[in-house]
């Protein structure tokens, strides 16, 4: 006599040990080797901005970089390129980006940074060179060849001394004077 067993159940069978394969933990991720990867690539494009390489600064975009503020949208690295080396016509351009924190994903393929930045340009209108300082938010994300490029950037810069007042006491707020703290 000769037993017949349903296809589908001899697939799975021969499907245990692929799939036994899934079970395996995640390889850890090396944080500290991906945050310094990442603050290579910030030293290159630090040193491609000091030499006003436009090609350089721009190899850390993704094809489809998004940048915002600081200046025009940004959609794409071409046209982050054409920006860069408008800017880059100006003999006053300098600019300089300092990372502060990098946050790297569990999966070691995204990446969060915050940091500062420093840059200096002529003004078009009174032809004085302006020095701008501010902060900014980056997401990176692993190519396909394993480097960190930038996918979306967003800046802000820091309000001149005496721009922005300082926030009201809460009493002023509702037209009383400030009451002094208690000891």
Known sequence: MTIKLP??????????????????????????????????????FNAAAKAKDAEKMVALDATDVKGYGGGPDINGRDEDLKVTKAMLADPAYSFAVKAEHTEIAKSGDLAVQ??????AGTNPT?????????????AFRKDAD?????????SSPTPA????????????????PATPAKK
Do not use: N, R
Request: glycine residues 8%; aromatic residues 4%; charged residues 15%.
């Open 146 to 154: 394993g480097t960190w490029k930038l996918a979306a950037v967003s």
């Open 7 to 44: 296809i589908g159940l001899l697939a799975a069978a021969a499907m245990l040990p692929a799939l036994s394969a899934c079970e395996k933990p995640a390889a850890t991720v090396d944080t500290a080797k991906e945050t310094a990867a990442l603050q290579a690539q910030l030293d290159a």
């Open 114 to 119: 915050t940091g500062s930045f420093e840059g």
């Open 126 to 138: 009174t032809k004085a060179v302006e020095h701008a300082t501010g902060h900014y938010v980056a």
């Open 161 to 176: 001394a005496g721009a922005m007042p300082a926030a009201a006491p809460a009493d002023a707020k509702a037209g009383k």
